[in-house]
């Protein structure tokens, strides 16, 4: 067996990216070719048909250098009796809510220029909402993925402290870099580590009961709030040795044993 080949749920992601640069591209395309389009904005828009092009490219370069071959409309996540995915209906929404939030912007410059003052401030007031409403769909679609993997057999591989006892970063850092991509603040430490998705099968805490939305505060009396924070409380043990950790299960406050497993290698 090819330990390098791509799992097909990556491919699957990355051809339905790449479809989506394809169209980006041909967007890009018509309205850089469009007549009335000044020098300056042409040259931005060639960059950005460039820009295209290349990471259509590169995704098709990676998939070859790991034995794959993306095609056009490879499906993603789970699909079970004709249902989609609920990534790609997220994907659909947060793409929906996007062109909204664009089209409300072009209604607001033109209800300014205008000076239809009500008008303007409609579209101002249904943009940030459609902005908060976006933010919030955005911070699903992480959990949602971890859920499709999951039921399709497809396990956490990140062997760090952390996602070792079961409480997986990898979801949690998804989040923060999705947020970074529209210059959105990382999550705010809250009381405790929360569980942004539920513990791996089989992992301590799951095996301790530990459900999504609990909450670790504290590791031998040392409170944390963060990723970081947490795993070096972690590594201050011994793969195999046994710390106490205090838990909010269920809305409850609970002290649990729970043993370091694993490690950067």
């Not at 749920?9 to 790449?18: D, E, F, L, P, Y």
């Not at 394809?22 to 070719?33: A, G, M, N, P, Q």
Request: charged letters at 25%.
């Amino acid at each position: 067996m090819n330990d390098n080949r791509l799992p097909g749920a990556i491919i699957g992601r990355m051809s339905r990216v790449r479809t989506m640069e394809s169209r980006l591209f041909d967007r890009i395309e018509e309205v850089r070719t469009a007549t009335a389009i000044d020098r300056a904005p042409g040259e931005n828009f060639t960059r950005l048909s460039a820009l295209a092009a290349s990471h259509r490219l590169a995704l098709e370069e990676v998939a070859r250098l790991r034995g794959a071959e993306l095609n056009r409309l490879e499906p993603t996540g789970v699909h079970r009796e004709g249902k989609r995915a609920l990534s790609e209906l997220l994907e659909d929404a947060v793409s929906a809510a996007t062109s909204a939030l664009v089209a409300y912007g072009a209604l607001y410059a033109t209800a300014r220029l205008l000076y239809e003052n009500e008008v303007c401030d409609l579209a101002d007031a249904h943009a940030a909402e459609w902005a908060r409403e976006l933010a919030a769909l955005n911070d699903f679609l992480a959990p949602a993925v971890h859920d499709e993997l999951l039921s399709e057999g497809l396990t956490c591989r990140c062997i760090c402290p952390t996602c070792g006892i079961g409480a997986c970063g990898c979801t949690r850092n998804s989040i923060d870099t999705i947020r970074g991509y529209s210059g959105r603040p990382e999550l705010e430490p809250s009381d405790g580590l929360e569980l942004r998705v539920a513990p791996r099968p089989g992992s301590p805490l799951w095996q301790e009961g530990l459900e999504r939305g609990d909450r670790i505060i504290a590791i031998d009396g040392e409170l944390v709030h963060t990723n970081p924070e947490i795993q070096r409380a972690l590594r201050g043990h011994p793969i195999g040795n046994a710390m106490t950790m205090q838990v909010i299960r269920a809305g409850n406050p609970h002290e649990i044993r729970v043993a370091r497993v694993s490690d950067h290698p």
